[in-house]
Structures are given as C-alpha cells and as structure tokens.
C-alpha cells in the first residue's frame, strides 16, 4: 500500500505554521508568547486553548486535547493521517511523494535509528575525549583562548575526534554497532587502503535536529595545514541533511518565543555558542557552512517572525547576508542587520569589546535595507552614475519582501535615500515582481541564485580514500518514467508537454519521480547537449540525480511524437486516479469511521473505478 515517505512528511511539517493553519480555523489572539481562543473541540465561554509557536503544538487546558498541526486538522476536519498530510501539502505546495510500503523501506526506518544511536555514542565518546585526554589538550587550550569554559563545553557536548579511530569502533562493537552502521553514519570511511576514522583530530560539534536526536558532526581542524577543509561536516545521511538543519536551534525555540518571535541569524557555531553561553543571546542560530536555503528560512518561519542578521563585518559578510535577507524576506520574515565593526564577529566582538557591545548592536539593529543602501552610499560618496545603478539593484531587493505593507515602507525609504521619485521606484519594484511571478521557477535569476557562500568554511576539498555517503534513488512510477524518457527524447516533445501541462500537474505531484518531470519541463534541457544535462542534474537533489543516472538523452527522431504524448499523459492520468482509488480504500478501512463517512468514500470510490473502466 503507498504511504508517503519520510522525507516528504518532513517537508510538509516544516512547510506549515501552526498559529497561521489553526488561525485559518478559528479566531485567535496573541496572548503573550503564545496565541489563544475559545476551544474548538468543547463548549467554553472562558478561552482555554493555547497554540505555542515555539513549540509548533497547541493544547487546550479545558478538554487536554493537544498535538501538532496536523493533529488538529485531524481533529477539527475529521480526517486521517494520511489525508490530513495531505491536505497540508496542498495548503502550502508540496508535491506528495509516496513509496509502497516494502522491507526496504522498513530497512530505512531501521538504519536511521541505528545511525542516530551511533551518532549519539559517538558524541559522548568525543566529549569524554575532549574533557578527559591528555592528548586533547591543544583542544582544550584552543577553547581556552577564545575564552569557552568546561561548562560551555558540557552544555554543548563539544568533543575531540582523535586520529585513531581504534578505541571508537571497540566501544561501537560492544553496543552491537558495526563498521557498516558506523559508515552509514559517516562516522567511518572505506577508502582503497581499507577503513579510516572521517573525523580526525578535529574539534567536534554535534548537530542535533529539533527533536534534539544527534544527526551528525561539523570538526573543525586543530593544526594549520593538516587539511584544506577548515569545516568537514557529515554528508548526507538517512539521519542528516544540512540544508535543512540549523545548528542550536533545538536549543533556541523558547528563547525564540520569548524574544518577541525574533531570531538572530549567525555564521558559524562558535558564534552562536559564544551568543548563548557569553552574551546570555540564547535566540541564535546558525547554517552549517553552506548557503542559508529556502528550506532554512521555511523552518525559522514556524518559529519567528522577525530575524536579525549577526554576520561578520567584512565584506564577506555583508556578500552572505544579502543571501539570507532574499530567503527569509520571501518567507514572510522581517529581516533586520545588525552592525558589527569590519572585521568582528560576534565571538571576537565579545571577546574584544565585551558582551554588552553585542546586545547593543542587537538593539540597534535596523532593517536590513535601511543598512545596506546606507553602507553603498558610503562606498560611491557622491556619484551620480553609480547612484543611478544603485537604484534597480536596491528594488530588486525590496521586491523580495511579500508584505506589501512592509514593502512600501522600505521603498518609501529608499526613494528618500536615493533621492528618486517614489512613484517610479515603486513602479520598477511591482514591474520586477510581477516579472518572477510570470517567470517559470527555473528563470528567476538574481542574487539568490548564486553559489552557496563557503569562505567561512573552506573550500570543500575531497580527501583521495574518502568515500561518499551512500544515496538511495527516489523510485521512479512506471508512467512518469516514460514520460521522462519522452521528455529527454526531443524539443518538439518538450514543447508538447509543457502544452499539457495542465494535464500533468495532478500526476507530478501524486506520482513518484514527479518532481523530477516538473524540474525536466521547467529547465527544457535540450536533447544530447551534454551542457544541458549536467545543469540538470545540479537542479536535482543527490537522490533524484541518481535515479536519472542511467537515462538515455540523446536526441531521438520519434516517427509519430503526438501520439506517443497523447498515450503517456493518459498513462499517468490514469495511474493518478488509481492512486486515489488506493488511498479511497484505505480511508474506507480506518477504524471508527462512521457510516456517512464511509459511504461518501464509497461514493468517490466507485466514481473514479467508473471512470477508469469508460
């Protein structure tokens, strides 16, 4: 029986906000931190059910009803689960992706929590380390020089991976841990010479997801030259996805909350570390070495509303935070920036000025437009022309900003500042707004388009023997398939099915592998421009790009290519109504389903078979 994948469940939670789904409900009202309203699900005058954002839950305090947002909308429209996750998908545009249910997939379920455990006992075998072994000190020594205690450390659980992994893998053996655990966790490598430890000699940050389960490591090097990767993070894991992971935010949801739903947005670790535990700043976060991503900036949504911006203060800096103000302006956040002095980031400001200079710059943050049109004005002093270009590079940024009430006050801003007519400046940030709404996704280009800001981190250069984490291919349905290989066929096909794209909606987001159809007919790749297909294939996530590993892309001539458009959307036109057939049957069999209920089911059921069988 298909169910929907873990990843996608994971994305549909972290697509929605509990205080924005339930408020589409019933009437709520901000009550301090959290939001409240007469409980839906029992008669009350007195208001007694609570929505936390910070916890994305609610709770009523009348009835002891509670759970997350797709348990209320269980509860409130009478749905099942899997219904309810899907009703959450379309409210917010996921594409559903469902697998049948299969050993391999009760293997996957297995082998996550195998590597959570082991990721686990490596963390307090690290932290041991780092606390107890001689031959940590130079760790320590480090931590010590930039004023991190033993009790920043334990709060943390930062740790030292020695070079040898002999002692790791023992311990890891006598839990019932194996060598292929530990490679599945990317703890262990298994390069031509044999296994090797990925983590060698290198102070050891856990990374926890919001659950708090370990999901992986960032090590950051001890002695200079002993790798070019300053930063080695875990790679892609069944536990771990970086793009899609925020360091300390496990810790940083309540203190979210209790800042006014604001968030302070940092680069690296020690920077939220040093905001936490030295400057009492415990709302901070930060990504892990890459760019900030749409996945980031959907996740903090649920969690905030405002995000301060505490990069360094060079120009490297202010590059990357142009980056995070396009992400999370689209999501609905206000963006301010705080100002550090060139060269000072949070840490090294605390450690040279004090912790006080920090909660001031946080205090006096502005919006981050305000700051960025004041620092280039700075830099051009005076000129005309480069004022005149300065104009649609500061409208194309304040067309990220989705509340126009916001919006309008930026441009107001700017117009003022950039002594142009408010009227015109507003016209060029509608045109260019209007400009990507009409644009396929895949055209949309600017700065959030460019390449994931690593200067932080270091050049990610691969070591000779180390291997990758293994990649599962998304499973392809049978008719997308074809429809995929008919895509890479020719252009004139291409042109077919974007025609029919109507057609194809429903399938690509009910049928595996659809999301791949959707990126093929939005990029238009031409057939056997090998160019092309590499560009693709970087639009793909690691999963998706190994199941088009093996595809042909030549161009074919296809002697009646209509036809064979016409027979494959049909194809999985069908296949879509027998995937709702097969969830149909399986509502109709969810215990306690009343008769009514059950009957209408029956009702769409035969109504689709009956279409099947015209």
């Known amino acids: ?324 103000f396009r992400k999370l302006a689209q999501a609905g956040l206000e963006v301010y920036h705080a100002s550090l002095p060139a060269g000072e980031d949070p840490d090294s400001l605390i450690r040279a000025q004090g912790a006080e200079a920090l909660r001031n710059a946080l205090q006096n943050a502005r919006p981050y437009l305000e700051v960025r049109v004041g620092r280039e004005l700075e830099q051009i002093k005076g000129d005309a022309n480069a004022r005149a270009a300065l104009i649609p590079r500061m409208a194309d940024l304040a067309a990220e900003i989705t509340d126009r009430n916001r919006r309008d006050v930026a441009v107001a801003d700017l117009a003022t500042r950039l002594n142009t007519g408010l009227e015109s400046l507003r016209e060029s940030v509608d045109a260019i707004i209007r400009a990507r709404k009409d644009a396929p996704a895949f055209t949309r280009t600017g700065a959030s388009a460019e390449p994931a800001y690593e200067e932080e981190w270091g050049e990610e250069v691969p070591m000779p023997d180390e291997p990758t984490a293994p990649v599962i291919p998304v499973r392809l349905h049978s008719g997308i398939r074809g429809v995929i290989e008919l895509a890479l066929s020719s252009t004139e096909v291409q042109h077919m099915l974007v025609e029919r794209i109507e057609d194809l909606v429903e399938p690509m987001q009910t049928l595996s592998g659809g999301q791949i159809l959707q990126k093929i007919l939005e990029a238009l790749p031409a057939p056997g421009n090998e160019e092309d297909w590499q560009k693709l294939l970087t639009r793909l996530s690691p999963e998706q790009a190994a199941a088009m590993k093996d595809f042909p892309h030549a161009a074919i001539e296809l002697p009646h290519p209509a036809e064979h458009v016409e027979q494959a959307c049909t194809l999985v036109a069908r296949e879509t109504v027998r995937a709702r057939i097969d969830t149909l049957r399986s509502q109709i069999r969810t215990p306690g389903l009343t008769p009514e209920e059950g009957l209408a089911l029956m009702q769409e059921c035969n109504e689709l078979m009956k279409m099947l069988n015209d």
């Not at 339930?22 to 007694?48: D, M």
């Not at 205690?149 to 002692?167: S, V």
């Not at 006598?174 to 010479?193: C, E, F, M, N, P």
Request: proline share 3%; net charge positive; with cysteine.
């Open 1 to 324: 029986m298909p169910r929907i994948t873990e990843e996608c469940v994971a994305r549909i939670k972290n697509s929605t906000d509990i205080v924005e789904m339930v408020g589409r409900y019933i009437q709520l009202r901000r009550a301090g931190n959290a939001w409240k309203a007469c409980c839906p699900f029992h008669a009350e005058k007195t208001p007694s059910f609570h929505v936390n954002p910070a916890r994305q839950t609610f709770h009523c305090f009348g009835c002891g009803v509670g759970g997350d947002a797709v348990k209320f909308l269980m509860m409130f429209e009478n749905l099942d689960y899997p219904t309810a996750l899907r009703r959450i998908a379309d409210m917010n545009g996921v594409a559903v992706i469902e697998e049948e249910e299969n050993p391999e997939m009760a293997r996957q379920r297995r082998m996550r929590s195998r590597v959570i455990e082991a990721n686990q006992l490596a963390a307090d075998y690290f932290h041991r380390k780092l606390c107890r072994d001689k031959a940590a000190a130079h760790v320590r020594e480090y931590l010590k020089n930039r004023e991190f205690n033993i009790e920043t450390a334990k709060a943390w659980q930062l740790g030292w991976a020695p070079g040898d992994f002999y002692e790791l893998g023992q311990l890891a053996a006598s839990r019932g841990i194996d060598h292929k655990v530990l490679t599945d966790a990317y703890l262990l490598g298994q390069g031509r010479s044999g296994a090797y430890p990925v983590f060698r000699d290198r102070l050891m940050f856990p990374i926890h997801n919001i659950r708090g389960e370990v999901v992986g490591f960032s090590g950051r090097i001890m002695q200079e030259g002993q790798d070019p990767r300053k930063y080695v993070n875990t790679s892609e894991t069944v536990a771990f996805r970086k793009g899609e992971l925020l360091f300390g935010l496990y810790k940083a949801t309540g203190p979210i909350a209790k800042a006014d739903m604001c968030v302070v947005v940092c680069e690296g670790q020690l920077d939220v570390i040093a905001c936490h535990e030295k400057a009492d700043v415990r709302n901070a976060v930060a990504g892990l070495g890459t760019a900030f991503t749409e996945d980031h900036a959907n996740i903090l949504r649920k969690y905030a509303k405002k995000a301060i911006l505490c990069y360094d203060g060079d120009n490297a800096g202010i590059k990357a935070s142009e980056k995070t």
